[in-house]
Each structure stands twice: as structure tokens, then as C-alpha cells.
């Protein structure tokens, strides 16, 4: 069995500490993509949580390279991955949203996920402070997409996204 690459960039917890435990997640960047869940015990040392990996419904690809290909809200308790080898109309890289299940650290594809990102390949992933905006980067583009983050954990795009973020500098 072949095994896919899997990420070394950790994110942060997602829960408080006192009432749950902590998790942290991973995006594996396969050729059928998944997230990879982790209790964190108190030593320090990482057990998988029950059901891992979690398939996010769209493909990996050669741009999934770092911490900014998954990030997790404070609040709502969403993850929300990128899909560099799935594209939409009009090539249009994907994002998938998982709600938490803050008491396993278990996943749950959030309804209509994947996403279109609105971008080709995706650079970077932000979270505005109020978990109100998934902000989305391209990676060779001076173009920033930014999509307001539903009750539910859906994405929709803001009217005029994406929008240019200044001059475009090569790579």
C-alpha cells in the first residue's frame, strides 16, 4: 500500500483546555486527500483519533506545502483544508470544510463541501480574529478571495471576490 505525504505542519488547539481535550489536525495532500486527527495528551504525545484519516472529498497536489493549507476557527470549531489537485469551474481550486465534534476531535464533512476558492492555486489560508471570513491566497497571483464562514461552517463568497491585492512579483 502506497502512503500519501503527509504534512508536518501542525495547527493549533481548537479547544479550551480545561473542558476538552485538545486536538490538532493535518492536511495529507494525497491523491485522495485526508486530514489526519491527533488527541494531544498531556505529556506532550499525539494519539489518532477514532476514524482517521478523514477523507475531504477532493485531491492533493504539489502546492500543499505548509501550515497554511489547513486552518481551524476558534470559535465555531471548523477545519478548513485546501484541494490543490481539484479544480472547479473555472480552475478554481477547492476547500474543504469539517465541522469538530469538540469532545472526540472526530470530523464531519460540512454539507456542500468542497468549495471552489475562487482562486487557481491556493498560497495561504487566514481566518479573520472573529471567525467570520475565511481569507484565501493565491499562490502566483496578486489576488486575495475572501469567502464569510456560515452558521453551519459553509463558504460563500463575498461580492467582488477576489479581489487584487497589488502587483503581481513572480515566483
Not at 481535550?21 to 494525497?30: A, E, Q
Not at 505529556?43 to 492533493?60: C, D, E, H, I, R
Request: charged residues 10%.
Amino acid at each position: 500500500m502506497k502512503r500519501s505525504r503527509l504534512n508536518t505542519a501542525f495547527l493549533l488547539s481548537i479547544t479550551s483546555a480545561w473542558a476538552h481535550p485538545t486536538f490538532v489536525y493535518t492536511n495529507n495532500n494525497g491523491s485522495v486527500n485526508s486530514v489526519s486527527a491527533f488527541s494531544v495528551g498531556v505529556n506532550g504525545a499525539l494519539t489518532p483519533v477514532a476514524g482517521s484519516p478523514f477523507p475531504t472529498g477532493g485531491t492533493g497536489g504539489p502546492s500543499a506545502t505548509g501550515s497554511t493549507q489547513i486552518i481551524t476557527t476558534l470559535a465555531k470549531h471548523f477545519v478548513y483544508v485546501t484541494n490543490p489537485g481539484s479544480f472547479s469551474p473555472p480552475q478554481s481550486s477547492t476547500i474543504s470544510a469539517f465541522s469538530i465534534d469538540t469532545s472526540t476531535g472526530k470530523l464531519k464533512l460540512v454539507p456542500g463541501s468542497p468549495f471552489p476558492s475562487g482562486l487557481g492555486r491556493i498560497g495561504g489560508l487566514a481566518i479573520t480574529p472573529d471567525d467570520k471570513y475565511l481569507i484565501i491566497t493565491n499562490e502566483s497571483l496578486a489576488q486575495i478571495a475572501v469567502n464569510s464562514i456560515g452558521a453551519d461552517g459553509t463558504l460563500t463568497p463575498v461580492p467582488g471576490s477576489p479581489f487584487l491585492a497589488g502587483v503581481y512579483c513572480g515566483r
